[in-house]
């Protein structure tokens, strides 16, 4: 069963705004994966966060995980129009090697 | 290559055959998931490969899909007597040993069943 669950978005911003969404889970984990995924193939990992971390930057890409209300969002900070994409949370549940995706967002990023 | 790879990329077949569809991962992985990914049902996990260990079957949906790995590196993911709904992209993940969780995904074969 999937875990992870999106926000049922489909956003469309201009370049240089920025995009959130957001992924609920249901059940304990030992990290949250984002990956970014175009043209429906294989996916691209972007940022992992620890169960016992509440924030992470990596560039552009800030992740928070709130483990109290078993939620994530990740923020894209400066679009592009290459950041338009599907992206997918993605939790590694505890005791479990296998990753539970949510139903992702779709990106659309406006030149 | 430095990625991991699926063959073939795209698959069309008819209803009741049997398809392979193979997987090189990243040499030195460890770790070999398949995952496929629908418009219904989103992307769910199917099997994972570790090591030397038993492989975890637990999401493979019916008795018609298999999957081996030979040698701790090539997989093949089989799937008899295809039916419709099988119709899906089928992803091969692999991971080291170090990682922390982080999965790398290659970019799978779309199956369409006939």
């Known amino acids: 069963s999937q875990q992870g669950e999106e926000d049922p978005q489909a956003l469309s911003i201009q370049e240089g705004e920025n995009a959130t969404m957001n992924c609920s889970y249901k059940?304990?984990?030992?990290?949250l994966q984002w990956y970014r995924q175009n043209s429906g193939r294989g996916l691209v990992h972007l940022i992992l966060?620890?169960?016992?971390?509440r924030e992470k930057h990596s560039g552009r890409l800030r992740v928070t995980l709130d483990t109290s209300k078993k939620s994530s969002s990740l923020l894209i900070t400066a679009s592009r129009a290459a950041d338009t994409a599907s992206y997918f949370c993605?939790?590694?549940?505890?005791?479990?090697?296998?990753?539970?995706f949510g139903k992702g967002n779709q990106v659309v990023v406006i030149p | 290559g430095a990625g991991v790879s699926q063959s073939p990329s795209n698959k069309v077949t008819e209803k009741g055959k049997d398809v392979e569809l193979r997987c090189d991962p990243i040499s030195g992985h460890t770790a070999l998931y398949w995952y496929r990914q629908s418009l219904g049902q989103g992307l769910e996990f199917l099997i994972y490969f570790q090591g030397n260990s038993a492989p975890d079957k637990s999401g493979l949906p019916s008795d018609r899909f298999s999957a081996e790995r030979t040698g701790g590196s090539v997989s093949t993911l089989t799937i008899q007597r295809t039916q419709q709904e099988d119709s899906a992209v089928y992803l091969c993940?692999?991971?080291?040993?170090?990682?922390?969780?982080?999965?790398?995904f290659g970019p799978g074969t779309r199956l369409t069943v006939l």
């Open positions: 993605a939790t590694d549940a505890s005791g479990n090697n296998r990753l539970a």
């Open positions: 966060i620890r169960s016992n971390e």
């Open positions: 993940a692999s991971r080291p040993r170090t990682s922390g969780g982080e999965q790398f």
């Open positions: 059940t304990s984990i030992n990290n």
